[in-house]
């Protein structure tokens, strides 16, 4: 019955769920306040944007992914996570650059 319940944990728990769940609606409102407020300038607010989008992505992580660098289990996990994120935007920017370059060379 108790490897039942540290699988449980290991998952997280409804604390932990409740807390990414606050911190992304925090998150996501304050850019979505930038941009309403019209007191930021075009690049403050695309630059605010962007960091908060970031943060975001680690909140998710750790609080809905449960990636951590804590345990081996959590290092393995997240090691492949984050290799799996550079193959993906190596494929998308260097697809990106090819097509780009091509358009280009056929327009000569």
Do not use: C
């Not at 019955?1 to 606050?22: E, I, N, Q, R, T």
């Not at 979505?32 to 998710?60: E, R, Y």
């Not at 290799?83 to 097509?99: E, P």
């Amino acid at each position: 019955m108790s490897a039942s319940h540290d699988h449980a944990d290991s998952h997280g728990s409804v604390k932990s769920y409740l807390v990414g769940f606050v911190l992304s609606v925090i998150l996501t409102a304050i850019p979505f306040w930038m941009v309403m407020s019209g007191s930021f300038s075009k690049s403050a607010a695309t630059l605010g944007i962007f960091l908060f989008a970031v943060v975001q992505i680690v909140v998710h992580l750790k609080y809905f992914l449960h990636l951590n660098f804590t345990t081996t289990e959590g290092k393995v996990n997240s090691f492949s996570f984050l290799f799996t994120a550079f193959v993906i935007v190596l494929l998308v920017g260097l697809s990106i650059w090819i097509i780009t370059t091509a358009d280009a060379l056929m327009l000569r």
